[in-house]
């Protein structure tokens, strides 16, 4: 598949026509984008609709370790709980994907071999995304051969940021055609973006140059995904979907906890890009403490009483 | 039909204690009337309660009433006690704000999330906010020592019942007037929980009245002669025949009427959260606003896309129980005027203009109608004119600024209007050339009591909030 689909193939032909394109998008008014994030965070889900939302949340969760002190043992922890999120209760669905750094990946791929969920590895000198093309690209195919299936890469705010936009989607097309066969996911680390015109310029640039999943956040800088910010980037794969017939998925990763915040995504991916996207293959939570909340919630569903935090394991 | 499936979450009617009857509220005593009518549900049909009808004799006593707590009590009564009776009525709609929201829903068929996140939390701040003036009336410019009129004689109608009230009673007894008010005759119950609210804070007796009853208990108020100012908000045609009965008498008059607002979209507004003020403007409360954004005006060259984005927004209304605390848009108020609303809709369709509305099943009971747009709509078809006070929307396109303009200011009313634009400059040119009481710039419906509102042309005249709104309550 190329990395420009055909209506828009021109818009990146020069830095000039790029920017010309980016910003002809509509704008963003961002009270109207806060008050209508917050409307929908106030839909009501219970009983069968909750059962409902929360087994497919666990089956969305990216789940995560990202951090210095990551051992071989906490990875293999890690995903024999994604195997089985819930020891006690076998109807409990696996989660959707693991995600390390490249170095743990020849342990998760080992780890994870038969269960059919995927790896997913962070790269391009993630998470401030400041090195040489090169070295991004090595990164990549490292983790490619080490058994990653997926890549979370992270853009250059700086060359966003300073409208070298051209730039930025050159790199994204490079990565991509490193990744081979490994899904894509863009990291646009939005809290450093800061405007919705721009989280909106971004997740276009993005999808442009052929990412499979755009990506909130990296976890690492606050604020990491918010409801308004995935707002827009639904909206904007609704509309990519629209123009070019190109269906690309949504990740908001880093700062989401509670299966209330779960369920208030969910509603916002039903009523915004619409129940397409309700599935594992098109919408993910990059999480760690989320799923303990989600198995805390599924099990007072089903029994009517709450168990202790003690009764999920750590990691 | 999606696959995430809400499913049912009500709001439960449990603490609402309905009585099987309600008398009228006169001298801080509930009173039984002359005769008496029922009130109902819009959303399943069901018998509410049965209240009082006040005959010309009971509007007389509730006159009465107030003119004496206005000589004896309200009216030498120093603002900053006043403040106080405001006030605690303010934190008592606080506090009983759930129970107010669930008996507005039932009432009035409005979704319980506009109720509680709307009007009763509007309606406490409108108290909070007029409280604050009370000791501070010489300071509002309105002279050295502005004076109360004296009785004010106040009609509200069924849309926003409480809001509306707390509209005409906060500033009137903040301004040192006592009042007899007469709420709408389909929607009596939210006033009548507020008579308790007034005794539990031990409001002096007479100094809120509230007379239940139909077009003829609203007439004996306006015509009573000893009512020193008339409060009216309501249909334009009764607004006349108002001010034909208080014409040639002492009485002040402020009349809050129709409405047919033009929500001008231009092409670089941003498109997603016009959307959203779109069917904020024309879907709120069923379209049962006299400001509703009930005519678009889109520039042509982004029309087609935004009639999509219109209509899939559209798709994801929720329309149905106005207890659940999911639904979108509730029920038409009653079965009158659900009849006018489907006799507009049939009038655009044989005009020639294009009718859509998303699949959507209405319940069997009640009075509903599915939220509709009609597109090729001309200045000229009815639909653009006539208030049609529900969720029906006329689509009309602009090629030019000026164009945009025109069509905006060419109709009778001027009550409220809407501009969507990212050109801070483009608004502000627009709004001046706009002959509307309120223009909102990339919002809609968004009230403060802060804010004045009121009408241009047919739309009335006095204006109600901010400051302005207790000159129609003082003489200078």
């Known amino acids: 598949m190329t990395a420009t689909i055909s209506p828009l193939s021109e818009v990146t032909r020069s830095d000039a026509a790029l920017r010309t394109f980016l910003h002809g998008l509509p704008g963003v008014d961002r009270v109207g984008a806060d008050a ?31 951090e210095g002190a990551d051992t071989p043992g906490k990875v293999r922890a890690l995903c024999a709980k994604a195997r089985r999120p819930d020891p006690a209760d076998p109807s409990c669905p696996p989660v959707a994907a693991i995600c390390v750094y490249p170095s743990m990946v020849p342990t998760a791929a ?58 930025v989607f050159e790199e994204i097309t490079a990565i991509k055609e490193a990744c081979g066969k490994a899904h894509l996911k863009v990291i646009l680390e939005t809290g450093e973006l800061v405007t919705y015109d721009n989280v909106r310029r971004a997740s276009w640039l993005a999808m442009l140059a052929g990412g499979d999943f755009i990506k909130t956040s990296t976890g690492k800088v606050s604020p990491a995904a918010t409801l308004p910010v995935t707002l827009i980037m639904l909206e904007a794969v609704r509309d990519f979907l629209d123009t070019t017939g190109r269906k690309v998925g949504v990740k908001p990763a880093g700062g989401i906890r509670t299966t209330k915040d779960a369920i208030k995504y969910l509603v916002m991916v039903n009523e915004i890009a619409g129940d397409g996207w309700l599935d594992p293959d098109w919408f993910r939570f990059g999480a760690s403490t989320l799923l303990n909340d989600l198995l805390m919630q599924r099990t007072k569903l089903a029994t009517g009483h709450y168990s202790g935090p003690d009764y999920f394991t750590l990691d | 039909m999606s696959r995430f499936e809400y499913a049912p979450a009500p709001e439960s009617r449990s603490i609402v204690k309905l009585q099987p009857s309600y008398g009228l509220f006169i001298n801080g005593e509930f009173t039984d009337g002359a005769g008496s009518f029922k009130t109902i549900s819009p959303a399943s049909e069901e018998v509410l309660a049965e209240v009082a009808e006040a005959s010309s004799a009971d509007v007389d006593r509730a006159v009465q009433a107030a003119r004496r707590a206005y000589e004896d009590v309200w009216g030498p009564m120093p603002g900053r006690e006043r403040a106080k009776y405001l006030f605690r009525i303010a934190r008592i709609i606080a506090e009983r704000s759930r129970e107010l929201a669930v008996l507005e829903s039932l009432n009035n068929g409005k979704p319980i ?26 300071y509002a410019g309105f002279g050295a020592d502005p004076r109360p009129l004296g009785v004010a004689g106040q009609v509200i109608p069924w849309n926003f019942p409480l809001l509306m009230l707390a509209w005409k009673i906060a500033p009137a007894l903040a301004a040192g007037n006592t009042v007899v008010l007469k709420p709408a005759e389909t929607t009596p119950l939210s006033a009548l929980l507020f008579a308790e609210i007034c005794q539990q804070a031990e409001l002096p007796p007479g100094v809120v009245n509230i007379v239940t009853g139909a077009g003829e208990t609203g007439a004996a108020l306006v015509n009573h002669p000893d009512v020193d100012k008339v409060a009216f908000t309501g249909s334009t045609e009764v607004g006349r025949i108002i001010a034909r009965a208080v014409a040639g008498t002492k009485k002040k ?53 935004l009639l999509e984005s219109l209509k899939r927004r559209m798709a994801t209304l929720r329309v149905g129980d106005p207890l659940d605390k999911n639904t ?15 006799a507009l809709a049939e009038i655009g369709a044989s005009e020639g203009a294009e009718r859509w509305s998303p699949a959507c099943e209405l319940p069997e009971r009640g009075f509903w109608f599915a939220p509709t747009i009609f597109t090729g709509v001309s200045q000229a078809h009815r639909i653009a004119r006539e208030e049609i006070f529900g969720p029906v929307l006329s689509v009309l396109t602009f090629r030019t600024p000026a164009e945009a303009v025109e069509k905006a200011n060419n109709t009778p009313y001027g009550l409220s209007a809407g501009i969507w634009s990212e050109k801070g400059s483009r608004i502000l040119a627009i709004a ?13 419906n968004k009230f403060d009591p802060t804010s004045p509102f009121g009408g241009y042309k047919e739309s009335g005249y006095g204006r109600e909030g901010g400051r302005h709104g207790l000159e129609a309550y003082l003489a200078q």
């Open chain 2, 432 to 444: 001046d050339q706009l002959r509307a009481g309120v223009v909102w710039a990339n919002t809609f």
């Open chain 2, 113 to 138: 999330k506009e109720s509680r996140d709307v009007d009763v939390p509007l309606s406490a701040a409108h108290f909070f906010y007029y409280a604050g003036w009370a000791d501070k009336l010489p």
């Open chain 1, 110 to 167: 080992e780890a994870l071999r038969g269960s059919g969920i995927h790896l997913a590895s962070v790269a391009t000198a993630f998470p401030s995304g400041q090195a040489p093309l090169k070295v991004k690209l090595d990164d990549t195919r490292a983790a490619v051969a080490a058994g990653a299936d997926e890549i979370d890469m992270v853009i250059s705010r700086g060359a966003f940021l300073a409208g070298r936009y051209l730039e």
């Open chain 2, 253 to 305: 008059v402020t009349l809050e009427l129709g409405g047919k607002a033009a929500n001008i979209v231009f092409d670089d507004a941003a498109i997603d959260q016009a959307v959203e003020g779109i069917v904020n403007g024309i879907f709120f409360n069923q379209g049962h606003v006299c400001c509703a954004g009930s005519r678009l005006l889109v520039q042509e060259s982004v029309a087609d896309q």
């Open chain 1, 36 to 66: 209508r994030a917050a409307g929908l965070g106030t839909r009501s889900i219970k009983t069968t609709a909750k059962a409902w939302a929360i087994d497919l949340a666990i089956r969305m969760v990216d789940l995560t370790t990202l």
């Open chain 2, 328 to 342: 979108d848009i509730g029920a038409i108020n009653s079965a009158e005027q659900l009849s006018r609303i489907k």
